[in-house]
Protein backbone atom coordinates (compact mmCIF):
# COMPACT_ATOMS: atom_id res chain seq x y z
CA UNK A 1 0.00 0.00 0.00
CA UNK A 2 1.40 3.22 -0.99
CA UNK A 3 -1.25 5.41 1.52
CA UNK A 4 -4.70 6.07 1.70
CA UNK A 5 -7.33 8.29 0.28
CA UNK A 6 -9.34 9.94 3.26
CA UNK A 7 -12.87 11.28 2.59
CA UNK A 8 -14.99 13.44 4.94
CA UNK A 9 -18.92 15.08 4.49
CA UNK A 10 -21.56 16.33 6.64
CA UNK A 11 -24.26 14.09 7.44
CA UNK A 12 -26.63 16.53 5.64
CA UNK A 13 -24.53 16.97 2.37
CA UNK A 14 -24.30 20.98 3.55
CA UNK A 15 -21.47 22.97 2.03
CA UNK A 16 -18.57 22.28 5.01
CA UNK A 17 -17.26 25.77 4.85
CA UNK A 18 -19.72 28.75 3.70
CA UNK A 19 -17.38 31.77 3.71
CA UNK A 20 -13.69 32.61 3.25
CA UNK A 21 -12.71 32.20 6.77
CA UNK A 22 -14.44 28.96 7.05
CA UNK A 23 -12.11 28.11 4.35
CA UNK A 24 -9.25 29.30 5.80
CA UNK A 25 -10.16 27.59 8.98
CA UNK A 26 -10.54 24.21 7.03
CA UNK A 27 -6.57 24.81 5.76
CA UNK A 28 -5.52 25.56 8.79
CA UNK A 29 -6.68 22.47 10.67
CA UNK A 30 -6.17 20.14 8.28
CA UNK A 31 -2.40 21.36 8.16
CA UNK A 32 -1.92 21.46 11.68
CA UNK A 33 -3.24 17.73 12.31
CA UNK A 34 -1.64 16.61 8.97
CA UNK A 35 1.43 17.63 10.17
CA UNK A 36 1.73 14.46 12.73
CA UNK A 37 0.13 12.01 10.59
CA UNK A 38 1.56 12.30 6.91
CA UNK A 39 -0.77 14.20 5.23
CA UNK A 40 -0.02 14.59 1.41
CA UNK A 41 -2.51 16.79 -0.10
CA UNK A 42 -6.03 18.08 0.75
CA UNK A 43 -8.79 19.65 -1.11
CA UNK A 44 -12.39 21.39 -0.01
CA UNK A 45 -15.11 21.12 -2.49
CA UNK A 46 -18.26 22.35 -1.36
CA UNK A 47 -19.66 19.28 0.09
CA UNK A 48 -16.75 17.33 0.88
CA UNK A 49 -12.82 17.51 2.28
CA UNK A 50 -10.58 15.16 0.51
CA UNK A 51 -7.26 14.27 1.93
CA UNK A 52 -4.25 11.91 1.12
CA UNK A 53 -1.79 10.23 3.27
CA UNK A 54 0.93 7.96 3.62
CA UNK A 55 0.74 4.93 5.38
CA UNK A 56 -1.61 3.88 6.92
CA UNK A 57 -2.98 6.81 9.34
CA UNK A 58 -5.69 7.77 7.00
CA UNK A 59 -8.45 6.99 9.33
CA UNK A 60 -6.92 8.74 12.39
CA UNK A 61 -6.35 11.77 10.26
CA UNK A 62 -9.56 11.79 9.25
CA UNK A 63 -11.33 11.04 12.39
CA UNK A 64 -9.29 13.66 14.01
CA UNK A 65 -10.08 16.37 11.67
CA UNK A 66 -13.62 15.93 11.86
CA UNK A 67 -13.34 16.09 15.10
CA UNK A 68 -11.54 19.41 14.91
CA UNK A 69 -13.83 21.26 12.24
CA UNK A 70 -17.10 20.06 14.31
CA UNK A 71 -15.76 21.70 17.50
CA UNK A 72 -14.48 25.32 15.33
CA UNK A 73 -17.34 25.42 12.62
CA UNK A 74 -19.98 24.28 14.72
CA UNK A 75 -20.86 21.78 12.37
CA UNK A 76 -24.67 20.75 13.02
CA UNK A 77 -25.37 17.77 12.83
CA UNK A 78 -21.44 16.61 12.11
CA UNK A 79 -19.55 14.88 10.17
CA UNK A 80 -21.06 11.05 8.60
CA UNK A 81 -18.03 9.56 9.47
CA UNK A 82 -14.35 9.08 7.50
CA UNK A 83 -14.32 6.86 4.25
CA UNK A 84 -10.86 5.49 3.64
CA UNK A 85 -9.74 3.60 0.67
CA UNK A 86 -6.02 2.22 0.14
CA UNK A 87 -3.71 3.32 -2.45
CA UNK A 88 -1.98 0.28 -4.27
CA UNK A 89 0.99 -0.41 -6.04
CA UNK A 90 -0.02 -1.14 -9.30
Given at each position: ?????????????NAIAKDIGG??????TVLRI?????????????????MSATGSEGGDLGRRVE??????LRCD???????VLDVETP
Open positions: MLGQHIFCRLKNDRRLVAEGRRLGLLGFGLADTHLQYALTRRPGFAGVG
